[in-house]
């Protein structure tokens, strides 16, 4: 299996839509609209025109040619501008076969060598067990355990906080 990372670009569109469409929200933020239009993809891929390369890192999972998912690590803002929030999506069809795991491995690298930050963050729904595994396995450590940080369909939920330091 082939697994890349690729700058997102108006050729992957389809496949940002695929992603997006065909992934489990459960234990997501708000932030991808359902259903994911041609019109959100538009917004986002211009969105990130202006900051991927500076304050963040916009890339397609790409395996065996295909988009598969979609991982960023975004810049923060003020006191917080030396750390930075990675996230990631799989379309379903390519959940467990180790390739959230390896795309991490290689964004983490990347955003180390290229960004101007100490240390890259994740807080996931602590029954997310799947991605507190990516994490841990990419050698994030657990920070905390903030309880009921999150409310989603109706219930409360624990956020764990995870931490990785450059070097
Ligand atoms: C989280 C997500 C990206 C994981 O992708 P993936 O490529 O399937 O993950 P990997 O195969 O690299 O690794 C998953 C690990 O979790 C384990 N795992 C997967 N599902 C699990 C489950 N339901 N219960 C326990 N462990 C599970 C796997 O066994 C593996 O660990 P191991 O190598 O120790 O056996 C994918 O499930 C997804 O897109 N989820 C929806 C979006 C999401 O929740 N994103 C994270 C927001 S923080």
């Known amino acids: ?23 489990d929200r459960r234990y997501l933020t708000g932030r991808i609209p359902e259903p994911y239009t041609e019109a959100d993809a538009d917004w986002w891929l211009n969105m990130i025109k202006e900051y991927d390369g500076k304050d963040g890192l916009y890339r397609a999972i790409i395996v065996d040619g295909e988009v598969a998912g979609n991982i960023t690590i975004e810049g ?7 750390d ?33 930050i100490a240390k890259i963050s994740s ?9 507190r595994r990516v994490l841990e396995k990419n050698g994030f450590a657990l ?14 939920y624990d956020l764990c906080r995870y931490g990785k330091l450059k070097g």
């Open 1 to 23: 299996m082939d697994i890349r990372l690729e700058k997102w670009s108006e050729d992957l569109k389809d496949g940002l839509i695929y992603v997006c469409n065909g992934t």
């Open 76 to 82: 923060k803002k003020d006191i917080y501008v030396k």
């Open 84 to 116: 930075a929030e990675l996230g990631y999506v799989l379309n379903k069809e390519y959940w467990g076969r180790g390739i959230a795991t390896v795309a991490t491995r290689l964004i983490v690298e990347e955003a180390f060598m290229t960004l101007d």
């Open 143 to 156: 920070e905390g355990v903030l309880k009921n940080a999150a409310f989603k369909d109706g219930r409360l």
């Open 123 to 131: 807080e996931v729904f602590a029954p997310n067990v799947a991605s």
